[in-house]
């Protein structure tokens, strides 16, 4: 069965730190994996998604990796901004038709 | 449309009613996808439409859970004789493409916070 973890559960940083989030996951057989954002009371926002053949995902202060056969995902965000606290969960797409999803790390950005 | 349209956004029930959620995929999207999101947890998958053919329901946690999606376009969840373990948010997804598509993300709703009393 697909296990996904996030470390740290939670982070806090000052404005202009980079952050470095990560994710891991059990078994490498996966279609692709998924970053995404979730604010208090709203749903979950796309940020990247890296396919199995990929290594690295970009989109502007974003970057994602992804080392399938050590099971591990890092989400590299520059430069943060108090705009950027939220929540960051990854997902991975295993079975084909579903995410498996980690707890997420719940991030605070303070200016 | 534009986006992912759940509703309602807030739904309060005494244990027992039943209740119905709905979902309005991006428009075209072949696949549809139902998430429980218990507070402080990441989602989890309860079932999947491609078109209007449910293709797995394993995460449905028991038979009080329903969802069926007709025309291949709006879906609904529903829950019957609820309990307050099913205190959750429920969330939709759509994606255009199979559910196997290798790069089509998944694009989610707000939600329904449902809240059983």
């Known amino acids: ?6 470390i740290p559960a939670a ?3 000052p404005e202009g730190e980079n952050l470095v989030l990560n ?4 078994d490498s057989a996966i279609y692709n994996l998924q970053w995404f954002r979730q604010d208090p009371g709203k749903g979950l926002t796309s940020l990247l998604l890296i396919q199995s053949s990929q290594r690295e995902q970009t989109s502007g202060r974003l970057n ?3 080392d399938k056969s050590s099971g591990r995902s890092t989400l590299y965000i520059a430069a943060s901004q108090p705009g950027d606290s939220a929540t ?6 295993a079975a084909g038709n579903k995410l498996t999803f980690g707890g997420g790390t719940r991030v605070l950005v303070k200016p | 449309g534009a986006g992912v349209s759940q509703s309602p956004r807030y739904k ?7 209740v119905a959620l709905r979902c309005d995929p991006i428009s075209g999207h072949v696949s ?3 998430y429980q999101q218990a507070l402080g947890q990441g989602p989890e998958f309860l079932t999947y439409f491609q078109n209007e053919a449910q293709l797995d329901k394993s995460g449905l946690p028991s038979d009080r859970f329903f969802a069926e999606r007709p025309e291949g376009s709006v879906s609904t969840l529903k829950i019957q004789r609820t309990q307050q ?13 199979p559910g196997h598509a290798f790069d089509q993300p998944q694009h989610f709703g707000d939600g329904t916070r449902l809240s059983i009393l």
């Not at chain 1, 069965?1 to 996030?6: A, H, I, L, N, W």
């Not at chain 2, 309060?12 to 039943?18: H, I, L, M, S």
């Not at chain 2, 959750?88 to 493409?97: H, M, Q």
């Open chain 1, 1 to 6: 069965k697909q296990e996904v973890t996030q």
């Open chain 1, 11 to 13: 982070l806090s940083v």
């Open chain 1, 23 to 26: 994710c891991s996951f059990t």
């Open chain 1, 64 to 66: 994602a990796s992804l």
């Open chain 1, 88 to 93: 960051y969960l990854c997902a991975v797409n």
């Open chain 2, 12 to 18: 309060v029930a005494k244990r027992g009613q039943d």
């Open chain 2, 32 to 34: 549809l996808f139902w």
């Open chain 2, 85 to 97: 373990e099913d205190s959750a948010v429920y969330l939709c997804a759509s994606s255009n493409g």
